[in-house]
């Protein structure tokens, strides 16, 4: 078991994670039409934008969402500098297009014939999202950028506990971060999977996701370290199972073949009597949803799970951090948030419904699970301290 210490977030849903989980026990949600870039298409679907977001001009935006969520998470784990100076402290950080497309004036130059300056480029390599922030706390430890679409976020936290358990590293930060940009947005309305309207994972009428940004950052301790320091759990690592459809470039396999295999090696050890909720991918999209509620239909009937993404958007490269980390809160505080944009049941989903309301859970363990493009699946199996 790898101990989570520190959790750390920020998304549309708030600026810190106790801000984020107020807020979706609240019910609030606020999609808008993009107030930082513009679009030709005549149709503003809205997206989940973090307002007011100052990000550090030498970095990208999604570089300086992930150094906020990671301050916020060394903080709850109370890492001080002089701790992390003294220990093998790895980053593993999932994006997606984050920090590669984020410069068109430099690109129609080029594309012109022109000789642009080089600094739009220079920058962009600079906010590699784990080498940024392993550079901005000077740590020395291994360092990874997982790119593995959707699921980016949740491989990075199942593959940094997987450098704890190989022993190298005392101390992993995990997560996840990717920033809204116009290039993104255009990009999945041209895919035809993006809603007019706010998004309603596992509805009868669902139509599309919406997009969003944010970032978050675990905070993984080997049992030594943390036993050392004398620092306090929040959770544990308990799973972490990766699997490939290989069917098509963007739909799952019709009976979730890879996302079966992804939680039953998640779950490795573990009963499904244990399982206190799923927080779903739940992108809204009629494949996506489909398959995954008729997968936890069959592999863990009746456990309550919900969609955190009618709050936050499907912030891509992000989502499985920031829903790991929901997940975790939440398991601490015994109870999920309702499913947000869920009124009518689909038949198709063989009676699978996400919870309506504010719902009490009882179990030791959570998954939070990634459905994405490329048929890949990852699911973390999450657990209560003792």
Not at 97 to 108: K, L
Not at 234 to 263: M, N, Q
Request: with cysteine; aromatic share 6%.
């Amino acid at each position: 078991m790898i101990p989570v210490t520190g959790l750390g977030c920020i998304c549309a849903a708030g600026p810190t994670l106790d801000a984020c989980l107020e807020s979706l026990f609240r019910g609030g949600r606020e999609p808008a039409p993009p107030r930082r870039f513009t679009s030709d298409h005549p149709v503003r679907y809205p997206v989940f934008e973090v307002p007011g977001f100052q990000h550090p001009p030498r970095f990208l935006r999604t570089s300086g969402l992930l150094a906020q969520a990671a301050a916020e998470a060394l903080a709850d784990a109370g890492l001080t500098p002089d701790l992390l100076a003294g220990a093998r402290v790895g980053v593993c950080m999932g994006t997606t297009v984050g920090c590669a497309m984020n410069d068109e004036p430099f690109c129609r130059e080029i594309r012109a014939g022109g000789q642009p300056d080089l600094e739009p480029m220079e920058r962009i390599l600079r906010s590699n999202p784990a080498e940024a922030l392993a550079a901005s706390l000077d740590l020395r430890g291994p360092r990874q950028t997982v790119v593995n679409a959707c699921s980016s976020g949740t491989d990075a936290v199942g593959l940094g506990a997987s450098w704890l358990r190989a022993g190298l590293c005392d101390v992993v930060l995990a997560g996840g971060a990717d920033e809204l940009s116009r290039i993104t947005y255009n990009g999945f309305i041209s895919l035809k999977i993006t809603a007019e309207g706010p998004c309603r994972p596992f509805d009868r009428d669902r139509t599309g996701l919406n997009l969003g940004e944010g970032a978050a950052v675990l905070v993984l301790e080997s049992p030594a370290f943390r036993a050392r320091r004398g620092a306090r759990a929040r959770s544990f690592v308990l799973g972490y199972g990766s699997a490939c459809d290989a069917y098509h470039p963007t739909a799952p396999h019709p009976e979730g073949a890879g996302l079966k295999r992804a939680i039953r090696e998640a779950m490795a050890g573990l009963e499904g009597s244990q399982v206190a909720f799923v927080n779903a991918h739940g992108t809204a999209t009629p494949d996506n949803d489909r398959v995954e509620a008729l997968t936890m239909l069959e592999l863990l009937p009746g456990v309550p799970f919900l969609s955190t993404k009618g709050y936050t958007g499907h912030t891509l490269g992000a989502a499985g951090a920031i829903e790991a980390a929901f997940t975790v809160a939440c398991l601490e505080q015994g109870r999920i948030p309702a499913s947000a944009g869920f009124e009518n049941e689909d038949p198709a989903l063989g009676g699978a419904a996400p919870v309506r309301e504010v719902t009490a859970c009882a179990g030791t363990v959570a998954l939070s699970q990634s459905l994405a493009f490329g048929g890949n699946n990852a699911v973390l199996a999450l657990g209560a301290p003792r």
